[in-house]
């Protein structure tokens, strides 16, 4: 008796099935779904991902698919002999299947699924055994990362590693003809604040960018925070994952309540001059209440259990559209010779995170106290603290900036959105307001007229007194 344990998942005759019915079929928009559910390789046997791989060339072409034109492309592929000749191509257009190629599909696609998963899953096994002096901690986040992956495979079809360039080309075109085909949507996400999404067209900020906001204190980080959290989960109304390592997820909450709803924070403590503003509080904290929002304040968390809560949602919701974590040096950092090197490994695996859920990630860090004894206190990304990879890493790097804080007599509300780095786009300072520790939008004619405002200020204030000292 035969033993087909070891034999892979697959069907041979579902395999010619959607072989003939490619050929045979005069239903184009059948033929166009079966070619964009499976790939050459979810075919099993070799002879029949080549025939598969020439059907949708002639296909993509607008050639016809018929006997003689797949083994005549077969032939100039020097492939026709190898796969059976030009009597295996005839034999599969006498299968009367062409009505039910969609469902034959199915099964090359599933099977292809538990091929690819089972090859994972022994990958999965040979890390967990193997005596590599790896912490079994972060042997498990491989695993989880594979698992991942494999999930993945199983609802796009995509799958990691080295990719054909006809695949990732393909890919692209797909792409650009969406772009065109929904302008809305084409571009990258925008981060909420006009001044900087006008600044960061037409790219804006790309799936897999990693955001780097670095200020000192005082500058607005954490308002700059719940601006973007709050646009990407009711605006883009895609799941948001905020991981707060220095306020409770009640603050954060609080904060974005009255953000929203353009009133005090103090309305919650002290009661509401009128109804309005608490009824308008409320019906924005219902919005957030029902949006994809989710919040983490677990105190001193590490890098794995980040990656491992975004995997948890991305397997729920097929998608994430913004990973916001504030702020870096609060992250449990590992093992590592020196600081630097610790909260390096962190943002580089921020930035593989990115990648990985194909969304954005938004990291805050401190900056450190040396910038202070510039002249021009306006930060870089070379004052990021405790780390030198934050520039390696990121794709955009913004500073935060407010005179006010120094100079006494700028304009307490004007705040500058120096955007230092932006690997897809320009870079240059955009505007906001800081009222009531909550972002509002400004137009650049008024922020300049305030930033005048504010030197004119300075400049009488510093005549005033040389005068006073004159006078002594």
């Known amino acids: 008796m035969t033993n087909n344990y070891f034999v892979p998942p697959n069907n041979t005759e579902a395999e010619q099935a959607v072989l003939g019915g490619l050929m045979m079929s005069t239903d184009e928009d059948k033929r166009q779904y079966v070619i964009s559910q499976i790939k050459p390789e979810s075919f099993y046997q070799w002879s029949h991902n080549r025939i598969f791989a020439e059907i949708v060339k002639l296909i993509k072409s607008n050639y ?25 191509v005839a034999e599969l257009c006498k299968l009367p299947t062409a009505a039910n190629i969609v469902n034959y599909a199915r099964i090359v696609r599933d099977k292809a699924i538990q091929r690819y998963a089972i090859n994972n899953l022994n990958t999965c096994v040979e890390m967990m ?19 991942s992956s494999v999930i993945e495979h199983a609802k796009t079809g995509k799958s990691k590693g080295l990719r054909p360039a006809r695949d990732v080309v393909g890919d692209w075109v797909c792409e650009v003809e969406r772009r065109f085909d929904d302008p809305k949507n084409a571009v990258g996400f925008t981060l909420g604040i006009e001044s900087l999404d006008e600044l960061m067209a037409p790219k804006q900020a790309l799936r897999g960018s990693l955001i780097v906001v670095g200020a000192r204190p005082k500058m607005g980080k954490t308002a700059f925070y719940n601006r973007v959290a709050t646009h990407f989960a009711l605006n883009h109304k895609l799941p948001t994952l905020l991981f707060s390592l220095e306020m409770t997820d009640r603050g954060i909450i609080e904060r974005m309540i009255a953000q929203e709803g353009n009133v005090s924070a103090d309305i919650f403590y002290t009661g509401a001059h009128d109804d309005m503003e608490m009824n308008c509080a409320l019906a924005r904290a219902e919005e957030i209440a029902e949006s994809n929002m989710y919040i983490d304040s677990t105190p001193g968390v590490d890098l794995h259990h980040i990656i491992a809560e975004c995997r948890k949602v991305k397997r729920i919701k097929g998608q994430i559209g913004l990973i916001a974590v504030d702020y870096l040096t609060l992250i449990k950092a590992g093992n590592a010779e020196r600081r630097d090197i610790a909260y390096g490994d962190i943002t580089t695996g921020l930035k593989n995170l990115a990648k990985e859920m194909d969304c954005i990630v938004l990291l805050l860090t401190q900056l450190n106290r040396k910038l202070e004894d510039r002249a021009d206190k306006r930060p870089t990304a070379a004052d990021s603290r ?11 790097w913004i500073g935060l900036y407010r005179d006010a804080v120094y100079n006494t007599n700028a304009d307490k509300s004007l705040m500058e959105i120096i955007l230092r780095l932006n690997r897809d786009g320009k870079t240059g300072t955009a505007y906001a307001q800081l009222v009531n520790s909550y972002i509002k939008n ?20 510093s005549q005033k007194g040389t005068q006073n000292t004159n006078a002594f």
């Open 386 to 396: 405790d780390t030198g990879q934050i520039e390696q890493d990121c794709d955009v």
């Open 64 to 88: 016809p698919t018929d006997v003689i034109t797949v083994s005549d492309a077969l032939t100039e592929a020097g492939d026709l002999d190898k796969v059976g000749g030009f009597a295996y």
């Open 129 to 147: 055994m193997a005596n590599d002096g790896l912490e079994v901690s972060n042997k498990l986040a491989n695993v989880q990362q594979v698992i």
């Open 442 to 461: 400004i137009s650049q004619r008024d922020a300049e007229q305030l930033a005048f405002k504010g030197r004119e200020n300075n400049r009488s204030y």
